[in-house]
């Protein structure tokens, strides 16, 4: 059984340019939830994707935006990155939407934003 | 003010001790409540899982949950080096796999 994993580990980016991280869900689970953890906090809920549908958002502009594909894979985009975007982004999948708690992070993407 | 409150930290304590960490709340609708344990450059994994009020043990870790309070706490006993970690409290209102988490408390065990 593969876990969660997530590419790439470590990103420069500079402000006003675009990223999309990737997350392979672990094997058999339909529903990923990104979070960003900015240094010395806890992890921020972004938006969660069950069966390639968004189902629910937490509080974050609409450049944040994603997809997850028939293969419960899923990818993180951010436009117009601004410096408050460097973070570790995590995602985590769970079977089913109702699974409270039995998330599996994947180690996450670190992003610099200069 | 934020809905979850951990006390950041750091916390440093010899090896064997038995080590408290809490959480606070603000909203009454919390119903299911997690600790997560993170190690440097590493993701989240879950240590304990309750809902509700009460206590749950496992091994040398014990998590309760006084909803009167708005307060968790998770326990560890006999505490190793290993246990070092950033720990995460999380909670949410229904089984909907949208965390809100604590800031987390930064824990070393000195051998």
């Known amino acids: 059984e593969t876990g969660v994993t997530q590419s790439p580990t470590h990103l420069i980016k500079t402000r006003g340019q675009q990223v999309t991280l990737r997350c392979s869900s672990q094997?058999?689970?339909?529903?990923v939830s990104w979070y960003q953890q900015a240094l010395g906090q806890g992890p921020q809920f972004i938006f969660q994707y069950y069966r390639e549908e968004e189902n629910g958002r937490g509080n974050f502009p609409p450049r944040f935006s994603g997809l997850q594909f028939p293969n419960y894979s899923s990818e993180l985009n951010v436009n117009a990155l601004e410096l408050d975007d460097s973070a570790l982004y995590l995602c985590?999948?769970?079977?089913?939407?109702?699974?409270?708690?039995?998330?599996?992070f994947g180690e996450g993407s670190r992003l610099t934003v200069l | 003010q934020k809905e979850v409150e951990q006390d950041p930290g750091p916390l440093s304590v010899p090896e064997g001790a038995i080590v408290s960490l809490n959480c606070t709340y603000s909203?009454?609708?919390?119903?299911?409540f997690m600790w997560y344990r993170q190690y440097s450059r590493k993701g989240p994994e879950l240590l304990m899982y309750?809902?509700?009020?009460g206590n749950k043990e496992d091994g040398r870790f014990t998590a309760q949950v006084d909803k009167s309070s708005k307060y968790i706490s998770l326990f560890i006993r006999d505490s190793q080096p290993s246990d070092s970690a950033t720990y995460l409290c999380?909670?949410?209102?229904?089984?909907?796999?949208?965390?809100?988490f604590g800031q987390g408390t930064e824990l070393s065990v000195k051998p």
């Open positions: 309750t809902y509700s009020s």
């Open positions: 999380a909670m949410e209102y229904n089984q909907g796999g949208k965390l809100i």
């Open positions: 094997s058999g689970h339909n529903t």
């Open positions: 909203n009454s609708a919390f119903q299911y």
């Open positions: 985590a999948s769970s079977l089913g939407a109702g699974n409270t708690g039995e998330l599996f």
